[in-house]
């Protein structure tokens, strides 16, 4: 868990708000077509290309509950943090699960999220966050919205908040943030452990698992919440020895897009650390701390 201004060190950082229906389920940020749907024109895309560009120079934004289809009890809340990159499309190209692609129907196109904080006790706009009434989100139904004033009211009022990563909503498989904006057709890029760039992050990734001080730092945060004892984050197994746990990069394919934090990695023992590597479907896309201690619950019970 980090700090909101850790992750965003200044309301200039932050792209602006959106409404949004609930919490994330899939990485992905959707939008409704202002074209030709069938013709995909370039009006077609246009709301998820103007956010994947403006996710070059601000990549945050907050999502915030309202609209027809939110929950009363999310309706106003600030929900997540969320990072976009320049990847954009088809929302059929993104979507894995078949219900979630059958809601987002009537928002045809979207950009990839890299990464999706939920906001420590979702705090009310109006009454916890200090605003006078929900005109922040003004416009923002459809887009990403910023009135300064606003924005620089929301990150006051959200900087020293915390915020815990939401690593179950996962990138799809193999994803690699492009750096740049691009265009995706119905299959996104996958990133080949074999390519001479694949084998780059996955040297990368190991360097930073390696990293004295990232290393240090998530031990002693695990220490720290399990009375002084390592404690693997998959399976349980707990030991004082340092030497007998790893420090655990939970998205190699992150490596290099920006700077890693100590909450890009959790400790595992050695062998939930090579479960959730070797078990994936791809190396550059490890098993979660949960679908490792589920694949190892579901092999016992055999």
């Given at each position: 868990?980090?700090?909101?201004?850790?992750?965003?060190?200044?309301?200039?950082?932050?792209?602006?708000?959106?409404?949004?229906?609930?919490?994330?389920?899939?990485?992905?940020?959707?939008?409704?077509?202002?074209?030709?749907?069938?013709?995909?024109?370039?009006?077609?895309?246009?709301?998820?290309?103007?956010?994947?560009?403006?996710?070059?120079?601000?990549?945050?934004?907050?999502?915030?509950?309202?609209?027809?289809h939110i929950p009363e009890g999310l309706r106003g809340r600030a929900i997540?943090?969320?990072?976009?990159?320049?990847?954009?499309?088809?929302?059929?190209?993104?979507?894995?699960?078949?219900?979630?692609?059958?809601?987002?129907?009537?928002?045809?196109?979207?950009?990839?999220?890299?990464?999706v904080y939920a906001i420590d006790g979702e705090p009310l706009l109006v009454?916890?966050?200090?605003?006078?009434?929900?005109?922040?989100?003004?416009?923002?139904?459809?887009?990403?919205?910023?009135?300064?004033?606003?924005?620089?009211?929301?990150?006051?009022?959200?900087?020293?908040?915390?915020?815990?990563?939401?690593?179950?909503?996962?990138?799809?498989?193999?994803?690699?943030?492009?750096?740049?904006?691009?265009?995706?057709?119905?299959?996104?890029?996958?990133?080949?452990?074999?390519?001479?760039?694949?084998?780059?992050?996955?040297?990368?990734?190991?360097?930073?698992?390696?990293?004295?001080?990232?290393?240090?730092?998530?031990?002693?945060?695990?220490?720290?919440?399990?009375?002084?004892?390592?404690?693997?984050?998959?399976?349980?197994?707990?030991?004082?020895?340092?030497?007998?746990?790893?420090?655990?990069?939970?998205?190699?394919?992150?490596?290099?897009?920006?700077?890693?934090?100590?909450?890009?990695?959790?400790?595992?023992?050695?062998?939930?650390?090579?479960?959730?590597?070797?078990?994936?479907?791809?190396?550059?896309?490890?098993?979660?701390?949960?679908?490792?201690?589920?694949?190892?619950?579901?092999q016992l019970s055999d």
């Open positions: 868990m980090v700090k909101f201004n850790e992750v965003v060190p200044s309301a200039n950082d932050l792209m602006g708000v959106k409404a949004v229906w609930g919490r994330s389920e899939e990485a992905v940020m959707c939008f409704g077509s202002r074209g030709d749907a069938a013709k995909k024109d370039k009006g077609h895309y246009s709301q998820a290309r103007i956010t994947a560009e403006k996710a070059q120079e601000q990549p945050y934004f907050v999502t915030i509950g309202g609209g027809k997540e943090l969320v990072r976009t990159t320049g990847a954009y499309g088809e929302t059929t190209a993104f979507v894995k699960g078949t219900s979630l692609r059958t809601r987002l129907e009537q928002w045809p196109v979207a950009v990839v999220l890299s990464e009454d916890e966050l200090g605003f006078d009434d929900m005109n922040i989100l003004a416009n923002a139904y459809d887009r990403v919205m910023r009135y300064s004033e606003q924005i620089e009211a929301l990150w006051s009022a959200l900087k020293d908040r915390n915020v815990s990563r939401r690593w179950e909503v996962q990138l799809p498989s193999g994803f690699r943030d492009p750096g740049s904006v691009k265009l995706i057709g119905t299959l996104y890029p996958k990133l080949n452990i074999k390519s001479s760039e694949g084998k780059k992050v996955w040297k990368l990734s190991k360097a930073i698992e390696r990293d004295a001080s990232l290393k240090r730092e998530v031990k002693a945060q695990n220490r720290a919440k399990n009375g002084g004892a390592l404690c693997c984050e998959a399976c349980g197994f707990s030991d004082m020895s340092d030497g007998m746990f790893d420090a655990h990069h939970l998205q190699p394919l992150a490596a290099g897009v920006r700077e890693s934090r100590v909450d890009d990695l959790i400790v595992l023992c050695p062998t939930c650390h090579r479960w959730a590597h070797v078990k994936a479907p791809d190396l550059l896309s490890p098993l979660t701390a949960s679908e490792v201690a589920e694949a190892l619950e579901c």
